[in-house]
């Protein structure tokens, strides 16, 4: 399983960005997760490959939208209206259940992309 997260970097607050995860080797469901400065990893979103049904942690809901397209391997986080306490290191990750919301439940995972958002 490879996962190769892209698109991270430097956004001003109310904007947008969208990061890419190239993945390879498995059918299961990825997740994106984010580790700002000092903090722990935490849960973003994630999507079921074969179905498509996607999921929010409550602080990106109705602003980050998640999605993959089959025919090139790769799931999609477009980022809108980002805020400054959006700022972290962005990774993507392959679970090997779709009801996978903890880091230790996901096995596989990408180097990070940093993204900011200034103010």
């Known amino acids: 399983v490879q996962l190769q997260a892209s698109g991270g970097g430097v956004v001003q607050a109310g904007g947008s960005l969208r990061l890419s995860c190239a993945a390879s080797?498995?059918?299961?469901?990825t997740g994106w997760f984010r580790q700002a400065p000092g903090k722990e990893r935490a849960y973003v979103a994630r999507?079921?490959?074969?179905?498509?049904?996607?999921y929010y942690a409550a602080s990106v809901k109705g602003r980050f939208t998640i999605s993959r397209d089959k025919a090139k391997n790769t799931v999609y986080l477009q980022m809108n209206d980002v805020k400054p306490e959006d700022t972290a290191v962005y990774y993507c990750?392959?679970?090997?259940?779709?009801?996978?919301?903890?880091?230790?439940?996901?096995?596989?995972w990408g180097q990070g992309t940093l993204v900011t958002v200034s103010s």
């Open positions: 080797g498995w059918k299961y469901a």
């Open positions: 999507i079921t490959w074969d179905s498509g049904i996607t």
């Open positions: 990750a392959a679970a090997l259940h779709d009801g996978a919301t903890t880091t230790n439940e996901y096995p596989y």
